[in-house]
C-alpha cells in the first residue's frame, strides 16, 4: 500500500472543497454537495490508512484503529464551515487526527487502546441554528425528535435535509460506548497563544454561551409620507439593542454579538414591520452570562416602549459552562509545556465532556485572532507542531491498557 | 353588451391576486405572476367597455376611448405593490379610471378628447430598486441600455425577467405623443385630507427624495472568541447611521429611513464583513434633501473611522422636486373646492410632469395615513368620491377640443 498523503498534502486536497471564488471563503453547510464531498474525503483517508469507516444516520463518522476491549480514544473534529468562513476551524482538527496516525505508525507506536477518528456533523450550527448538533445527538443532549423539526433559511426541514443527503437516522448514530477519552485539536480562535509565544495549548474551559433570537415587531408604512413622529419602526430598536449590547459586553470584558439578521419587508421605501437578529452572548460564568443578556434585554424593552415597537425573545440554544477534566489538562500539559487557556468558542468537545467523557483540546496558534472568517489563518509550521502534540498526546492517552 | 362591473365589483375582483395569506399584504412585484394575471385583468376590464387595450414590449398598457386627432387625457396609475404591501397603493388609481369612465357613459358624456387609460409598470422599484421604471422608460428618463443590466436580489437581469413575462422590449414602447395631460388618481400616503376633513385633494407638489446604497465594511471574525475591542463589526457604524438619520430627519421635519438590509456573511456566530443598508430620504426642497444626505453620510464615516470600517455612499437613483402644473390645478380644484397639498411619495405622475406633460394629482383620504403596510387602508365611500371626482375632473379635461 503506498505512503498515506501527508498533512500538507491532505491540506491541499481539501482546499477548493465549498470555496467562494469571490470571498476565498468557504461555504461548507450541513447535508449540501461541498459536505457530501469532505465525507467522502474522510472515508478515502480512512481507508488508504487501512482504517474501515462507519457513517452514521446523520453522516456523522467515526474510523477505529485496533479493537481491544477497553475504552478507547477518540480525536476528531468537524468538517463543515459557518457562511463564508474560514479553512482551519475544524477541518484542522481532523487532518491533524489523521495525521497524528501517520506519526505514531513512523513511530513503531501500536496503541494499546483503541484510537478513533471522528467526524460530526453540523458543529457550527450555521444551517439549522443549533451548534454542535451532530455531538448533541450522538449524546443525546438533543433529540431526533426535538432537531427534526428544525429548519434552515430557505424552509427545509432537517428531516428532508438529511433525507436528501442520502442518509437515514432510523439507521441509528454513532455509539460512544467505546469512548473512554475524547480530544479535539483546534485552531485558536483568539489570541492567547500569540501573547504567550507558544504554537500549541490546551483547553481549561469553555465559555457559557448561547444565541437569543430578538423580534422587534413595528408597523410598516411609507418611507416617504409617514411623518417620522408618527412611526412605529422597529429598526431603531434593534439598532439601538446592536449598540447597548456591544457596550455592555466591552464594559465587562465579555461578548454580544448580532451578526445575523432578517427584515420585512425588507423594501427600500417601506418602514419595516419586523426586524429579526440574534444575538450571540458569552461570559466567564454562567451567571455573568445571564446578567448580560438580561440587561440587553431590559434596554432594548425600554426602547421599544419609546418607539411604540414591541420586542419578544426567545432563548434558541444556552450551553452553561464547561470545564475540561483538570487532571487531565494538567497530565497532557506536562508533555510539551504547553500552557492551558480558556476559549469564548463552542465545541463538539464541550458537548462530549457534558455528557461525561473526560475530554481535552489541544489548541494551535493563530497568528492573528480572526476566525469564522476568509482571513482565519495558522502557519504551516504551527500546524505541524499542532500534528506533533496530537502525536504525544494520543500516544500518552493509548498507551497502557486501563 | 352587460354593464360592466361597477368599482366595488373591481375591487372584489382584484383583491386575492398576489395576496399573502400570513399577513394579509400585497406581493405584486412586476413580471411575476401576479403582475401578469393583473395585466390581464385589466385587458378584460378595457374590452368589458368596449376599449382596445396597447400592451407594450415592458408591459406598460393603454386603452384609448375615442380617437379625435387633438391632444387626449390620460389617467390611471399601476397595479405593482411594494414588497407586502397594501391593496390601494397603484390599483386604486386604475380601478377608479375604469369605473370614471362607465359614470362619464352614464352622464352621456362624449368626451370631446379622446380619454386614455394607463398602467404602468414597476412603479414601486420593489424588485429592480428603479422607481418608476415604466414611465422613466417611456418618457426617456431611464434608457433601455441601461435599465436593462439592472438585477433583482436573485441576480435576474431586467431584460431576462422581462424576456421571461413573454414581454420583448424591441417591439417599442408606450407612446406618448397623445398625451396632452395626465391625471393620476391615488390613496393618501398621509393624513392631511384627515386633518382637513376632506375626502379628496389635489397635488401640488411631490418632494425630491431618492435612494442611497450605504455599504458599511469590517472584518468576518469569530463572535465567541474575538474581544470587543479587536473587532471592526460594520453592524455597530451601521446602527448607529441609522440612529442618526432617523434624528436628523426627525429635527429638520424630512425623512430619512433604513428599511432594507443585506449582511454578510449573517451568521449568528459571526461578526459581520458587510453590511449593506440602503437609505430613503426625501426633503422639501434639493438643497435639503442634499444636505440631509450630506449629514447622515458625514457622521456615518466619523463612526467608521471609531470602529475601523469603511464606508462607501452610492446614489443609486435621486429626483428632484417636481412642482405640477399650478394654472391646473387651481382649474380642477374650483370644481370641487379640494384641498390642494404637497406629497412626499415619487409616482408616476411625476416623471410625466418632469417631462413635460402638465399633470395633476387626485388624492382619496386614508384615514390612518398608513400605506406601503397591509393596513394600507380607504372608506368605500371615499373611494366612490374619488371616483365621482376623477370623472368631474375628465369631463372638465375633454369637455372641447383644443
Keep these: 500500500m503506498p505512503a498515506p498523503p501527508d498533512f ?24 449540501t454537495s461541498a459536505e457530501t464531498e469532505l465525507r467522502s474525503w474522510f472515508a ?22 485496533g479493537d481491544a476491549d477497553v475504552p478507547g480514544v477518540l480525536t476528531g473534529s468537524h468538517l463543515d464551515s459557518v457562511l ?26 501500536t496503541p494499546a487502546r483503541p484510537l478513533g477518528i471522528g467526524v460530526f456533523v453540523e458543529e457550527e450550527g450555521s444551517r439549522f441554528g443549533r451548534a454542535c448538533l451532530g455531538s448533541r445527538l450522538v449524546t443525546g443532549a438533543t433529540t431526533w425528535d426535538e432537531a427534526k423539526e428544525l429548519r434552515d433559511r430557505d424552509g427545509v426541514f432537517l428531516a428532508d435535509a438529511v433525507a436528501d443527503a442520502g442518509l437515514d437516522p432510523s439507521r441509528g448514530l454513532l455509539s460512544l460506548d467505546r469512548v473512554g477519552t475524547f480530544v479535539e485539536l483546534h485552531v485558536e480562535q483568539g489570541r492567547d497563544l500569540v501573547d504567550r509565544g507558544a504554537a500549541v495549548g490546551l483547553a481549561s474551559e469553555i465559555w457559557p454561551h448561547g444565541r437569543w433570537r430578538f423580534d422587534f415587531r413595528g408597523q410598516a408604512n411609507h418611507a416617504g409620507t409617514t411623518r417620522m413622529e408618527d412611526r412605529h419602526d422597529p429598526m431603531l430598536t434593534y439598532a439601538m439593542t446592536a449598540l447597548a449590547a456591544n457596550k455592555q459586553a466591552r464594559l465587562s470584558g465579555e461578548r454580544a454579538t448580532f451578526g445575523r439578521l432578517a427584515v420585512e419587508p425588507n423594501g427600500t421605501n417601506a418602514v419595516p414591520s419586523l426586524v429579526t437578529a440574534w444575538l450571540d452572548a458569552r461570559a466567564s460564568s454562567d451567571d455573568a452570562l445571564a446578567e448580560l443578556v438580561a440587561s440587553i434585554e431590559r434596554q432594548a424593552g425600554d426602547r421599544a416602549g419609546r418607539d411604540g415597537t414591541s420586542l419578544a425573545v426567545t432563548a434558541e440554544s444556552v450551553s452553561g459552562s ?37 475530554t481535552a483540546m489541544v489548541f494551535v496558534r493563530n497568528p492573528t485572532g480572526v476566525s469564522h472568517s476568509p482571513d482565519e489563518h495558522a502557519e504551516a509550521g504551527d500546524c505541524l507542531a499542532g500534528v506533533e ?14
Excluded at 481539501?14 to 470571498?23: I, M, Y
Excluded at 494538567?330 to 468537545?349: E, F, K, M, S, Y
Excluded at 502534540?389 to 486501563?402: C, I, K, R, Y
Design 8 to 31: 500538507e498534502h491532505m491540506w491541499r486536497q481539501l482546499a477548493p472543497v465549498g470555496r467562494s471564488a469571490s470571498s476565498g471563503g468557504y461555504f461548507r453547510q450541513p447535508w
Design 322 to 358: 464547561v470545564a475540561f477534566d483538570p487532571g487531565l489538562a494538567a497530565r497532557l500539559a506536562a508533555l510539551g509545556d504547553w500552557p492551558v487557556i480558556p476559549t469564548q468558542a463552542g465545541h463538539d468537545a464541550g458537548i462530549l465532556s457534558a455528557a461525561g467523557i473526560p
Design 84 to 109: 463564508d468562513g474560514g479553512a482551519y476551524d475544524g477541518p484542522l482538527g481532523v487532518a491533524s487526527a489523521l495525521a497524528a496516525v501517520d506519526v505514531l505508525r513512523d513511530r513503531g507506536v
Design 44 to 65: 478515502e483517508q480512512c481507508a488508504t490508512r487501512g482504517l474501515a469507516v462507519e457513517t452514521d444516520g446523520l453522516g456523522n463518522q467515526v474510523a477505529w484503529w
Design 389 to 402: 502534540a496530537l502525536a504525544d498526546v494520543l500516544a500518552e492517552l493509548t498507551g497502557a491498557p486501563a
